[in-house]
């Protein structure tokens, strides 16, 4: 059973364009929902997190926006540029689970192209 | 400060055999978890240590286990090696157990199993 569903599988966009990548969960216990950075060869890095008492979150061109209620939330990149180009990992994990696992959902292949 | 090191970078071995992967935790951080990361796929929790206990496994066969070290290295042990398991494996330190500790990710090692 995949419990974090990430959509689109890749994404192309023009340098300069906005990135949206969404991702949708289904157990409601979870409490902290993190966005990973990948490149190849590289294990993945936090980008940026949030938790599901706030709606959004910026750190400069990326936002986080969340939906509570709907169960989802999504990436933003604005201002895209080619150095963006990676594998873009949703991640949801909650306290209850004492390992505080993460569960991934399986990725976004971004390309930013000139 | 080192980050997340793991050995090796590269392993090739033949379906039934018996393989150990290891993983030098950042400076400070004393809980060690363990991804499998399928081709195309996200990374999927195996377990975690905290302080040389388990704390937390995944959907994952008993032969798959770790060990965890008193300076917080890590092993992770695949016993009769199976296709399937080809993958990239992960290692993650993080400062703590906790949700909101953020998890640091080495560069993984690249297991074929023929």
Redesign the interface.
């Known amino acids: 059973q995949q419990q974090?569903k990430?959509s689109p599988q890749s994404l192309i966009v023009q340098k300069g364009g906005i990135s949206i990548i969404n991702c949708a969960y289904e157990n409601t216990a979870f409490?902290?929902f993190?966005w990973?950075q990948q490149f190849p060869?590289?294990?993945?890095?936090?980008l940026i997190a949030i938790?599901p008492d706030v709606s959004e979150k910026k750190e400069g061109r990326f936002t986080i926006s969340f939906n509570k209620s709907a169960k989802q939330f999504s990436l933003h990149i604005m201002d895209s540029q080619p150095g963006d180009s990676a594998t873009y990992?949703c991640?949801a994990?909650?306290?209850g689970?004492?390992?505080?696992?993460?569960?991934?959902?399986?990725?976004t292949k971004l390309s930013v192209i000139p | 400060e080192t980050g997340?090191t793991q050995s090796p970078t590269h392993l090739i071995k033949t379906r039934g055999q018996q393989v150990t992967l290891r993983c030098s935790s950042q400076s400070g951080h004393n809980t060690v978890?363990w991804?499998q990361q399928a081709l195309?796929?996200?990374?999927?929790?195996i377990?975690?240590y905290?302080r040389e206990e388990e704390?937390?496994?995944?959907n994952f066969p008993p032969r798959f286990s770790g060990l965890q070290f008193p300076n917080y290295s890590s092993e992770l042990n695949v016993n009769a090696l199976e296709l399937d398991d080809s993958a990239l494996y992960?290692c993650?330190s993080s400062l703590d157990?906790?949700?909101?500790?953020?998890?640091?990710?080495?560069?993984?090692t690249r297991l074929t199993v023929l």
């Open positions: 974090v990430q409490d902290y993190p990973y060869g590289k294990g993945p890095a936090l938790r990992f991640a994990t909650y306290s689970a004492g390992s505080y696992q993460l569960t991934f959902g399986k990725g | 997340v978890s991804y195309g796929q996200g990374p999927q929790f377990f975690q905290y704390n937390g496994r995944g992960l993650a157990r906790g949700s909101y500790n953020e998890q640091f990710f080495g560069p993984g």
